[in-house]
């Protein structure tokens, strides 16, 4: 199993992510970007377009529309084929990432079935959690 | 405009002036968008991304010349920070009156002024201007330096206004004028630190004020080039090279006649330039904002 070898960041992911749906200008990325987070990734204004100036350079966002509103310059940003193509190969990853620990742990549980497999949790700790995880795999 | 936007517009500065006037009101706008409204004083993650957003994209900007103009402008710094520390001490006779009287007097003034003019002409005069100054300085301190005796330190005055002919000669980059600063502060730093030799002997509470103030300034400079660093390399070059000149180099020749177990000699000769070379190179290697620009599919972070 094959897996990219330079991982995207979370933030860099979540604001191409926050075009898929069409382009938005900058407090519509941050805003979209912390909901698709579920609040997780909160990006500041210098943050978010040092972002767009690296994934404009690379190919993956480019300028869509320039307006004013309210006197003020309003620009929005669209996904370019290749940034859609990298945030799939980047969630493909990801979710190959997480087969791992999903497909081994699986095993592990069926191995194993009367014991917790929690990797942060000592002994009696994992028997606390024991009739939750018995719930979750019933 | 509220106090938001006025300290947002201040935070602004970090960027360089040309992406300020195509982004800036656009990052303003998204700023004002995402505080509060009865917020006065940007958030202090928004006030350190705009800072470190600022100085990337001035890192991103230096990194787009070429290494060779790179390395000659830092030489350029050098030249003028060797040449403005070196001779603070004949402004130092000439303000408090203890210059020499009659033609040796008038001689020490006339190469403090060239001096002075040459450390400034490559940010403000022609480049031809530059050069016949700085040929005339390298001239004046070398036969000044002679008659006065310094024979081993010569080189000391005439190299470094000949170097800078040669940099204006063949680059025709002007220095960011923000550099101006370092050479003006080491001549500060250095006149300050003479005055208090001047005035140890019958002023011991005002040498110290002074001393204080000179140290201060002579280790502002090292911080604002450690500081510097997180942008752009040449200061720290320069730095590096006019410690080598006027410590490392000294300190190898000492160590070499008396041996090297004598305190100070190594860090003199060896560490200081070697370690602010490192911290050059570290920097120097940075890639390039344009070669980030892979294949789309597999972005580099």
Redesign the interface.
């Known amino acids: 199993m094959s897996i ?6 979370e933030p ?1 992911y979540f604001v191409l992510a926050s075009l898929l749906a069409g382009p938005l ?3 519509a990325i ?1 805003k979209r970007s912390e909901e698709l987070s579920g609040g997780r990734v909160r990006l ?7 972002a767009l ?3 404009a ?4 966002v480019r300028l869509v529309s320039e307006e004013i509103v309210n006197g ?4 929005s940003y669209g996904l ?1 084929d ?2 859609a ?2 945030l799939r ?1 980047e969630a493909v990853r990801m979710a190959e990432a997480a087969r791992i620990v999903t497909d081994q742990a699986q095993a592990r549980a069926s191995r194993r079935p009367g014991r917790a497999t929690s990797p942060c949790g000592n002994a009696s700790q994992a028997r606390q959690v024991q009739p939750g995880l018995k719930e979750m795999t019933a | 405009m509220s106090h938001l936007e006025t300290r947002a517009r201040w935070l602004l500065r970090a960027y360089p002036p040309d992406y300020r006037a195509g982004r800036g009101e656009e990052i303003v706008s998204t700023l004002l968008d995402a505080s509060p409204p009865d917020r006065n004083w940007p958030a202090p993650r928004e006030a350190w991304s705009l800072v470190t957003g600022g100085l990337s994209a001035r890192a991103a900007r230096n990194l787009t010349h070429p290494l060779a103009t790179r390395l000659r402008l830092a030489l350029l710094l050098a030249a003028a920070l060797g040449l403005a520390a070196n001779p603070s001490y004949r402004w130092l006779w000439w303000v408090n009156g203890t210059q020499p009287s009659g033609p040796g007097g008038a001689a020490f003034a006339i190469c403090a002024v060239l001096a002075g003019a040459t450390v400034v002409a490559p940010w403000l005069a022609r480049r031809s201007v530059t050069i016949c100054l700085a040929l005339i300085a390298a001239l004046a301190l070398g036969l000044l330096a002679y008659h006065a005796g310094f024979r081993y330190g010569v080189a000391l005055y005439v190299v470094p206004p000949l170097a800078l002919a040669a940099v204006v000669a063949k680059e025709p980059t002007r220095p960011p004028r923000c550099w101006l600063a370092i050479p003006v502060a080491g001549f500060l730093a250095s006149a300050l630190l003479f005055f208090v030799q001047s005035l140890v002997d019958y002023s011991p509470g005002l040498s110290s004020a002074v001393g204080i103030v000179g140290t201060i300034l002579v280790d502002g400079i090292g911080c604002a080039v450690l500081l510097w660093l997180a942008v752009d390399a040449r200061p720290a070059i320069a730095v590096a090279i006019v410690l080598e000149g006027f410590y490392g180099l000294p300190g190898l020749g000492y160590a070499l006649r008396y041996g090297w177990d004598t305190p100070g000699v190594t860090s003199r000769a060896l560490l200081i330039p070697l370690a602010a070379a490192v911290l050059a190179m570290i920097r120097l290697r940075a890639p390039r904002p344009g070669k980030a620009a892979e294949p789309a599919s597999q972005p580099s972070h």
Do not use: K, N
């Open positions: 990219q070898a330079a991982p995207m960041r860099t200008h900058g407090y941050i500041a204004t210098g943050t978010l377009y040092t100036d690296r994934l350079a690379q190919g993956c003020r310059v309003r620009r370019t290749s940034g193509a990298a190969a």
